[in-house]
């Protein structure tokens, strides 16, 4: 073998002992979002055939998104016993004192503090190259770009643009909250229940969509009757929106049936709350009488009170109390009986005469009255 061939050899024997074969993969998003002041961490995998990294250099390097020219932000470059040079050394002004880095266990990990509007919109590359390589390829590189804030949809969430909501009762009903077209990255979105006492729950009928998530009741029921809040959220900031959920229905208090019977006597007084409630309230409570409506009567405030005196025996009878509202019609009656009328009194009928027979009672009050008649006449 000539000295020429024992060259070549040589070299490619040098080469396969350096020329490790690199490998840079990138750990975070494709395009990452962040917003203004905040700091973002990059972060990608560097990797050798055998995890040695004897003369390797590391280069992050920054270029506007369409643009030809880049500025190399630092080097990381390792020694001969392949461990990295320490600090790295940081070459662009821009990103003076903002920008760290950290390699370890084949990571590299980048954070950019205080993000300015001047880093969006760009490239962040990792490039690994030795003497006999350079990786430079897609997954090794990462677009930073501005997340847009979520704005919720007012006009979509808040419907018949109020706060508060009301909707029948037992039946199906649902409500959405949506962001506007512009958001990205795409939020997160979720509802909240808030109960009477403050308490936050996350509703089980939740349907989520892209930009959209749906609140569904099959069927609504009294205790759905709640605050429910939808939030949206993503690295750019957050929104919320809140509305009170009414149930609306008609019915009677609870205990209260359809009808009840009360004895009074003449002199007292009839007070008695309508048991008919509702959502929405029940503002036109009236009491009847044979569909009449009743005179001197007294409606206190919000409570229904019926005050009535009895007077006479006509006011011994069936006193309707009937109201309404969106949702339907309810009807409660009264009916006021004489408590003396109920006590039995002795009726006399027969009457026993010395105890040896009886004589019709009408007979004798006759007899007595003719006899006295009789000596009138006489004197």
Request: with cysteine.
């Given at each position: 073998m000539d000295f020429l061939s024992i060259f070549v050899l040589l070299l490619s024997l040098i080469g396969n002992i350096f020329s490790k074969v690199l490998k840079v993969k990138r750990l975070s998003n494709e395009i990452t979002y962040s917003r203004i002041a905040a700091n973002v961490e990059l972060k990608f995998q560097v990797q050798t055939d055998d995890d040695a990294y004897l003369g390797v250099e590391i280069s992050f390097k920054a270029s506007k998104v369409n643009e030809v020219s880049s500025s190399t932000l630092f080097k990381i470059n390792f020694d001969d016993q392949g461990k990295p040079s320490l600090p790295p050394k940081y070459l662009d002004d821009n990103y003076k004192d903002r920008v760290t880095s950290v390699f370890q266990d084949t990571r590299l990990t980048v954070t950019i503090e205080n993000l300015k509007s001047t880093d969006f919109d760009t490239e962040y590359i990792c490039i690994v190259e030795n003497e006999f390589d350079r990786w430079v390829k897609p997954s090794n590189q990462t677009i930073l770009k501005a997340a847009v804030p979520p704005k919720?949809?007012?006009?979509?969430?808040?419907?018949?643009?109020?706060?508060?909501?009301?909707?029948?009762?037992?039946?199906?009903?649902?409500?959405?909250?949506?962001?506007?077209?512009?958001?990205?990255?795409?939020?997160?979105?979720?509802?909240?229940?808030?109960?009477?006492?403050?308490?936050?729950?996350?509703?089980?009928?939740?349907?989520?969509?892209?930009?959209?998530?749906?609140?569904?009741?099959?069927p609504l029921k009294l205790e759905d009757r709640a605050a429910y809040r939808c939030i949206a959220e993503n690295v750019g900031g957050s929104d919320q929106q809140e509305f009170n959920l009414e149930v609306g229905y008609i019915n009677l208090k609870a205990p209260s049936p359809d009808s009840e019977t009360i004895e009074l006597n003449i002199g007292d007084s009839i007070r008695k709350i309508c048991p008919i409630i509702g959502v929405p309230i029940i503002k036109n409570i009236e009491w009847l009488i044979f569909n009449q409506t009743t005179r001197n009567y007294t409606i206190k405030n919000s409570n229904q009170m019926f005050l009535y005196k009895i007077?006479?025996?006509?006011?011994?009878?069936?006193?309707?109390?009937?109201?309404?509202?969106?949702?339907?019609?309810?009807?409660?009656?009264?009916?006021?009986?004489?408590?003396?009328?109920?006590?039995?009194?002795?009726?006399?009928?027969?009457?026993?005469?010395?105890?040896?027979?009886?004589?019709?009672?009408?007979?004798?009050?006759f007899l007595v009255s003719l006899l006295h008649f009789l000596l009138v006449l006489l004197l």
């Open positions: 919720i949809n007012v006009n979509f969430f808040f419907q018949e643009n109020s706060k508060t909501q009301t909707r029948p009762i037992n039946e199906p009903t649902e409500f959405g909250c949506k962001v506007e077209g512009n958001t990205v990255p795409t939020p997160n979105m979720k509802w909240i229940k808030i109960d009477d006492a403050g308490k936050e729950v996350v509703p089980s009928k939740i349907t989520a969509l892209s930009k959209e998530v749906y609140l569904s009741f099959k007077k006479d025996e006509s006011d011994f009878r069936t006193y309707t109390c009937s109201g309404s509202n969106d949702y339907g019609a309810r009807t409660y009656n009264l009916t006021v009986k004489n408590a003396g009328a109920s006590t039995s009194k002795p009726v006399v009928t027969q009457k026993q005469v010395n105890g040896s027979g009886t004589i019709n009672y009408g007979a004798s009050v």
